[in-house]
């Protein structure tokens, strides 16, 4: 007899990670509760970068141009010195997109703004989070977990296949597990404050005390709102005011001017600054996402960008385990993940040391365009290849269909299907399959590299075939003579021929 679950996932927290995987397994007709202990949503800025590679993953979910609709560029800055001039710079460098990277700028977006427009996409796809739900308690065994959750109504006990703690990093389920959080506390607490202001103007990002850790402060326009953010370090003990009396006498005493007044709070956190990551991604059957596996530093914005990539890597996953993939395959996503979080850490924890000494200036190192998992079980290379190589992310490129029209491999990878392309193939070695999208450059082939963008980007040899994994990853290179590898790949991730999809 078949076991009945609620569920076949329980995403704990509604944060950008928990809001992420939801409309993943959304989209790919998982059903899940997606539950969060507070009650409502989170109201604050705090992670306002969205890196390139995030606006990729964006892309592909359906929320890219609303999400860029309501934020906007990074300005530039503007540091003042102590005799009351000031210098103007550039803090994120400008870059031209090209064929294979459509995005070079991070965008500024508040993260309640972020989240908006996440809720907005799930309702869409018919799900909303649960708030004032709360994970209290729940057993694994070897087919399941049972969760027990409580809200004002009363409580309730359900059965579901997978438990994802994104939770953050005070959350319930890795304390649960017992998870070791292995790191080290940074030595700095800061405040961060959302608040609407008079005295100054929104065109740039006002900076004081620059390399003064116990003076400096700075106040940002936050792109599509009237608010500034406020960020500035405090002493490691004692309380700080954040009432706008509080945050208005703060900067006065910093920037030396009475003219800068706060006129509201939105939100205000008092933080220390961590660096810390789990020991341990997955335990059984329950997995941890975003700021419940890794704690950073804000510095560089890597940090909810982070924490989306996570749950845009594991989505796919569980959809198909619960699908017909084997189990194994959910042991790839900390083999993959866990390295790229210390990566991460690593690189927050080095700019924060320059931020320290006033040194903003950001570039690609933060973009993450280059991640990978060159390394992963599941990046499979069988062709003597230069330049790209399974487990890097799948480029872009410009082509036209056959009919003429013109497109690029993004539309093409675009949904919760794997995409199989050759190049100069017999299109029918390879039989079609639930979930696999195939498409041909080459005679009679269904596209066209009108611009030779892809042979370019990536350097195909004829009889070649590339496989982009759904998070748009390279998962495979293999030539016409090793297809009974590729058919081997295919298996292992879900993608069986089903008798009744032949056409």
Known sequence: MTEQFAAEVLICGAGASGLTLAIDLARRGVSFRLIEKMDGPFRGSRGKGIQPRTQEVFEDLGILDRIVAVGGEYPNQREYR???????????????????????????????????????RLLELGYRPEFGCELVDFEQDADGVTARLTRKQGDETIRVRFLVGADGGRGFVRHALDIGFPGETLGVRAIVADVTL?????????????????????????????????????????????????????????????????QSVSWASAFTMNARLADRYRLGRVFLVGDAAHAHPPTGGQGLNTSVQDAYNLGWKLAAVASSAPDMLL?????????????????ATKLLDGHKRGEMRRGREVHQLDVGYPESSLALNRLEQVGLLAGDRAPDAPVRGAAGQPTRLFQLFKGPHWTLIGFDVDRASVPPRPGLHIHTFGPRGDIIDAGEHFRLTYALTPGSWVLARPDGYVGAIVSSSKIDALERYLENVGLSVGSSDHV
């Open 331 to 347: 042991d790839s996503y900390e083999e993959e993940r866990r390295p790229v979080a210390a990566a991460m850490l690593g690189l």
């Open 82 to 120: 102590a005799d009351g001039s000031f210098v103007d710079s550039v803090v994120v460098e400008h870059e031209e997109s090209t064929p294979s990277e459509p995005f070079h700028l991070p965008l500024m977006v508040p993260q309640f703004q972020t989240e908006v427009a996440m809720r907005e």
């Open 198 to 262: 008079t005295g100054l103007g929104r065109d740039v990002w006002h900076r004081f005390a620059e390399g003064d850790m116990e003076r400096q402060i700075s106040l940002c326009p936050l792109a599509g709102t009237d608010l500034f953010q406020i960020q500035g370090p405090i002493p490691l003990e004692g309380e700080v005011d954040p009432s706008a009396n509080g945050l208005t006498a703060l900067v006065r005493e910093r920037t030396g001017r009475d003219d800068i007044r706060i």
